[in-house]
């Protein structure tokens, strides 16, 4: 499916470029080889400045028309390539300390807001091509950076500092270069394609408040969660001393952003479903916190946490890209820069307490607010019924004598002859009519859900419609047509 990406999507090399590019310059102040990384980096008020820019943006798509998309205006993309690489560019040539002086505090502010929304641009390009070719697209983007950061170990301060003040214009450059992705295969309606590429991730309720409460607890607590993390991204900061250890931490890095690559690809392979959600509150959160734990056990034990703490931030990333997808709103682009801030403004109040707390009081502090985090999201997602087999909402599903009636069955018989239907697809095409999705027609058929969707692929070209919902209109004006001629057939 990969080549099958790489074949389909246009422009995919400049997508993939531009994207890898702009998640660098996102955390070019980690980056020890361009730069000696102190404590400083994160301090709270440029994470506030930041997040509540993000939080701004995404008030203003939200009440914005649903065409709207920032990524569609030039001088605006090429404003904030600009500000990220001359902020940047001045913080690598200053020597200075990053804060205790209002101008340091303002291109650091300026740094930290600009380059995210750079990532957001780049979001927004992601957003239409669908969620599926949208992850290909960010995984294969980390491999990318993981071979620049690789490369920035092997050059010379300067040349480093100038490649990385550069990325953000060479992002936007491809961005403004590259063909805005759209393709019939993305599919932001939440409606099943019969493409494996353009397979999405079903929506979250938000029918009740109810559901719009569980829906911000899975959507949020991963992102929150990641305030504490703050101290094991800083532990390895007295390591750079050595020119040595501070070339395998670069490593390291580069490293983690192979195995984010990885834990990507187990998403789409193995978890492209509701289930996805899971994915991030039950594996990424634990093996964060397993990184915390060696982080304060040992500050030996970076070559192990450094690639988990990369790998996992990384992958968080990805869920704030994919959010659109999980719900559906008037504007559901506009989640995507809500939860780049939470994710943002989540390390702030952590900033401050790993400075002024003793390190076992910290530790005891975010180990506590980790725990009631998992607890809080393994609540939410029994309150969701996301254990549950995947099957149709239950207010699509009626009794296969009223859903499949008389005529119903007969429209499906009076299609399956005139489009010459094999058995199979029969059997197919009279599960769709009683509105039950691939999954569950797998299961109901015994076969494995990529034989349903091919079953379904056929099905679609012959009855010559794109969607479930084509078909099912398909079907009532089948019926409507057999149950007029039926009386005038009797004898």
């Not at 506030?48 to 001088?75: N, Q, Y």
Request: with cysteine; net charge neutral.
């Amino acid at each position: 499916m990969l080549k099958t990406f790489l074949k389909e999507t246009p422009q995919a090399a400049s997508i993939v470029i531009g994207l890898a590019c702009a998640g660098l310059a996102l955390e070019a102040l980690r980056t020890p080889a361009v730069r000696n990384v102190t404590f400083e980096v994160f301090h709270p008020i440029p994470y506030l400045i930041e997040g509540i820019g993000l939080l701004i943006a995404a008030f203003v798509l939200g009440k914005a028309s649903k065409t709207l998309r920032m990524d569609k205006h030039p001088f605006l993309s090429i404003g904030v390539g600009a500000a990220a690489s001359i902020s940047l560019f001045l913080i690598m040539q200053s020597g200075d300390p990053l804060t205790g002086d209002v101008s340091r505090d303002v291109v650091v502010s300026a740094y930290r807001l600009s380059s995210a929304l750079l990532f957001v641009l780049w979001a927004e390009r992601l957003y239409p091509m669908g969620a599926r070719r949208a992850a290909y697209a960010y995984a294969l983007s980390l491999v990318v950076a993981a071979i620049l950061m690789a490369v920035l170990s092997f050059c010379s301060l300067a040349i480093g500092q100038s490649v990385l003040a550069t990325l953000p214009l060479l992002s936007v450059g491809l961005l403004l270069s590259s063909h805005n992705a759209e393709t019939n295969a993305g599919d932001n309606t939440g409606a099943e394609d019969t493409h494996p590429l353009a397979e999405s991730l079903p929506a979250l309720r938000t029918k009740t408040k109810r559901d719009i409460l569980i829906a911000a607890v899975l959507l949020l607590t991963p992102l929150v969660m990641r305030g504490p993390f703050i101290s094991v991204q800083s532990s390895w900061i007295d390591q750079q001393s050595d020119s040595i250890a501070s070339f395998l931490i670069q490593v390291s890095m580069a490293i983690g952003l192979l195995l984010g690559c990885g834990l990507i690809f187990m998403l789409i392979r193995f978890l492209w479903n509701k289930r996805c959600i899971m994915f991030f509150e039950l594996l990424i959160v634990p093996l964060s916190l397993l990184a915390f734990y060696a982080a304060q056990a040992s500050e030996t034990l970076w070559f192990f946490y450094v690639p988990i703490v990369d790998a996992t931030y990384r992958t968080l990333l990805l869920f704030v890209i994919l959010m659109p997808f999980l719900v559906k709103t008037k504007n559901s682009f506009a989640l995507m820069p809500i939860g780049l801030g939470v994710l943002i403004i989540g390390r702030a109040p952590f900033s401050l307490l790993v400075s002024i707390l003793p390190e076992a009081a910290y530790a005891g502090v975010s180990v506590a607010f980790v725990t009631l985090g998992i607890a809080g999201s393994i609540t939410a997602l029994l309150a969701s019924g996301m254990f549950e087999d995947e099957r149709p909402e239950q207010s699509l599903v009626q009794p296969a004598s009223s859903a499949l009636n008389g005529n119903l069955e007969l429209a499906c018989d009076t299609l399956a002859q005139q489009r010459r239907l094999t058995a199979r697809e029969r059997e197919v095409l009279g599960l769709l009519a009683q509105h039950y999705n691939a999954p569950y027609i797998a299961k109901k058929l015994v076969l494995s859900t990529s034989t349903v969707k091919t079953h379904m692929r056929n099905l679609y070209a012959k009855l010559e419609v794109h969607s479930q919902s084509d078909l099912y209109l398909l079907l009532e004006s089948t019926a409507k047509i057999s149950s007029q001629e039926e009386p005038h057939d009797r004898p």
